[in-house]
């Protein structure tokens, strides 16, 4: 298969700072995340990101409410054009970079999410635990998914 059809990986900055950038089959940057957690979990998730968009995979998500989700950013929010992907502590992991098409960004944002969730549900990993501070009935209300 040639480069040009598939997603691919590319580590940026190997090494302790080393952050993730996932290209769409255009090679245009789309999805970066980073940081690793010292366990390398970032790239095992990485690939398997990559493997599932190429397999065009496009599960439902099992785990909406306590997983990872897509957080919103105001309508008027225009100095930030990428959707934010967060875990269940609200910290910023993963980020869709804005085409100028938001519908197609969401929907990759909400696949994305959808496919973290079932990586976490499927290999049982824990990926964090839910924050102390509020109830998870707040944390929910706090959360924009779609």
Request: hydrophobic share 30%; net charge negative.
């Amino acid at each position: 298969m040639s480069p040009s059809s598939q997603w691919t990986l590319f580590i940026a900055r190997p090494g302790r700072d080393r952050q993730h950038v996932i290209r769409d089959p255009q090679g245009e940057p789309r999805i970066l995340f980073g940081e690793d957690d010292g366990t390398r979990i970032n790239d095992r998730l990485a690939r398997y990101l990559v493997e599932s968009l190429n397999a065009a995979l496009n599960p439902e998500d099992p785990n909406p409410d306590e997983g990872w989700f897509l957080d919103s950013l105001g309508d008027g929010d225009a100095q930030d054009a990428a959707i934010l992907v967060r875990d269940a502590d609200f910290e910023m992991r993963l980020e869709i970079l804005d085409t100028d098409n938001r519908e197609e960004d969401q929907a990759l944002g909400r696949k994305v999410v959808a496919l973290i969730n079932t990586y976490f549900l499927e290999n049982g990993v824990s990926h964090s635990s839910t924050s102390s501070s509020g109830s998870p009935t707040e944390e929910q209300e706090t959360r924009a998914k779609r």
